[in-house]
């Protein structure tokens, strides 16, 4: 597989008049990995994602993207290249599904002869591809809309809040094809407000707040650069058993009825309780729970935030 980056981006800014969009802002994406990028709404990912399009022109830095600045004469090929799922995906409702994936497939230049396949391979069968848009679900029009973006085997994949309105199920037939798609060498940069549907799904995770980026890293590492408590939850025999316990740690008394108690734990501070905890005859079950992907994602914007 060729590793030589398809984007890279140093010191990237983009204003729209006073106001900040993207700043100083380093990237690099490389050939068959999945990356997220999260952030509040007006955090700059889409103008992010504008910039690399060449939508929009930055107003200052470098960016190269599949080997060309999508700013300069050469973009128009590059862009044959890349596919695009916008997070609002704007399809005609008098058309079949087949007609629109024809339309674009001439507007991107590319043949329309492999379009059975392709809207065959997002699932969308050949009786709804021959049905108008409007009486399409939100789940058909995000399956069409990732045709769309697929048209002429691109190598660098832009989906914007890919999931959103979908099933559990058709998010699972979802990620299956973005991992097919990187298995074979395709740069996906996937936006979301879910974290935690990205939970084995993207390598990497970049964290934009007001234009920046402010973390970047596999989940894992993100986990372990935000340090954040762990928590242990006891579940023990009496009402009083749990009474006592919440004292000694200065906590709230349980509210479920089911005497369990949530103890906050510093990492380096978690054998030593578990081995307390379980020399007391009164706990009959004990769990670690991790923090959540989206309190890592909140300590990461809030401390930015307090800078
Ligand atoms: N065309 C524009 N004109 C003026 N300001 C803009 C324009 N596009 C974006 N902005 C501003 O730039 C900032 C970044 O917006 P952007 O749409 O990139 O954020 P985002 O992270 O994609 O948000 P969301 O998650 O809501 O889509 C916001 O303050 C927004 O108001």
Do not use: W
């Not at 990237?12 to 900040?20: E, I, M």
């Not at 002869?113 to 058909?140: D, F, W």
Request: some cysteine; glycine content about 10%.
């Amino acid at each position: 597989m060729n590793d030589q980056p398809t984007v890279e981006a140093r010191g990237l800014a983009k204003h729209y008049g006073g106001k900040r969009a993207v700043h100083n802002l380093d990237l690099t994406l490389i050939p068959g990995e999945c990356v997220a990028l999260v952030g509040h709404n007006g955090a700059g990912k889409s103008s992010l994602i504008k910039l690399m399009l060449g939508l929009t022109y930055r107003d200052a830095g470098q960016l190269s993207v599949l080997g060309h600045d999508p700013a300069g004469r050469a973009a128009a090929g590059m862009r044959r290249r890349i596919g695009f799922l916008p997070e609002n995906v704007a399809l005609h409702p008098g058309m079949t599904g087949h007609e629109c994936l024809d339309f674009y497939a001439r507007l991107k230049g590319v043949t329309p002869a492999g379009n059975a396949a392709l809207l065959a391979r997002v699932g969308l069968p050949e009786a709804a591809s021959r049905q108008r848009i409007s009486t399409y679900s939100k789940g058909m029009r995000q399956r069409l809309g990732l045709a769309q973006a697929l048209l002429g085997d691109p190598r660098l994949l832009f989906l914007d809040e890919p999931t959103t309105g979908l099933d559990p199920a058709l998010r699972q037939g979802f990620y299956a094809i973005v991992r097919e798609l990187r298995d074979q060498g395709v740069t996906i940069l996937l936006c979301s407000h879910a974290l935690t549907e990205l939970e084995g799904q993207a390598d990497r995770v970049v964290v934009m707040n007001r234009g920046c980026k402010v973390a970047e890293g596999s989940l894992d590492t993100l986990r372990m650069l935000a340090d954040l408590p762990q928590r242990l939850t006891v579940t023990l025999q009496t009402a009083e058993a749990a009474t006592r316990l919440c004292a000694l740690h200065r906590l709230a008394l349980p509210v479920d009825g089911r005497h369990r108690v949530n103890i906050p734990c510093e990492r380096s501070r978690k054998l030593e309780l578990i081995r307390t905890l379980l020399a007391s005859d009164s706990v009959t079950d004990l769990e670690l729970v991790q923090p959540s992907l989206d309190e890592i994602y909140a300590h990461f914007l809030s401390r930015e935030d307090a800078a």
